[in-house]
């Protein structure tokens, strides 16, 4: 299974929802956020949103790992990519491009300059998707799941995933 690196908003939107679990059970060991990701979930959880810690167990856990910018070229292609995008996308970008991992993003720019670098991408539906398809989790759940979080502020696509093919 190929590694894959999340972005604060993706992983959010499954903690906040009650649904983690799902990310660990499509993605366990293979699962990476970016110390920058990191920060931006520890001001979540500051902020109050209290269900973000669940992320923070992730990490203690084992099952999802922090990783930072090591090389040149990965500093070097952050540091470009922050001038218009957020610290948290522009350090996945550079890792998912630099080791070959799929990024897990919603932000629209982010998405296109990822796709720009080749970069294979999903994101929260995607996801959602795949936990079905995968029987990970049931249809009429998977919906439930979105509803809670499109009810915490994830504007969606879709309203159900039955809209897609």
């Given amino acids: 299974m190929p590694e894959i690196i999340f972005d604060n908003c993706v992983l959010s939107n499954f903690a906040l929802s009650d649904s983690l679990d799902i990310i660990k059970i499509l993605y366990a060991n293979n699962a990476y956020i970016t110390d920058f990701v990191s920060a931006e979930n520890t001001k979540g959880v500051l902020a109050g949103f209290n269900q973000l810690i669940r992320i923070r167990e992730a990490l203690r856990n084992g099952w999802l790992k922090e990783i930072t910018l090591r090389s040149r070229s990965e500093k070097a292609l952050f540091e470009s990519l922050s001038v218009s995008l957020g610290f948290g ?35 929260t539906i995607g996801i959602l998707v795949k936990a079905v398809r995968r029987k990970a989790v049931n249809p009429k759940k998977a919906d439930e799941i979105l509803n809670r979080m499109i009810d915490y502020g994830f504007y969606s696509p879709v309203g159900s995933l039955e809209e897609i093919p």
């Fill in 89 to 123: 996308e522009a350090s996945c970008i550079s890792l998912a491009k630099a080791r070959g991992f799929v990024f897990a993003c919603d932000d629209k720019a982010a998405r296109r300059e990822a796709s720009l670098s080749g970069i294979k991408l999903t994101g």
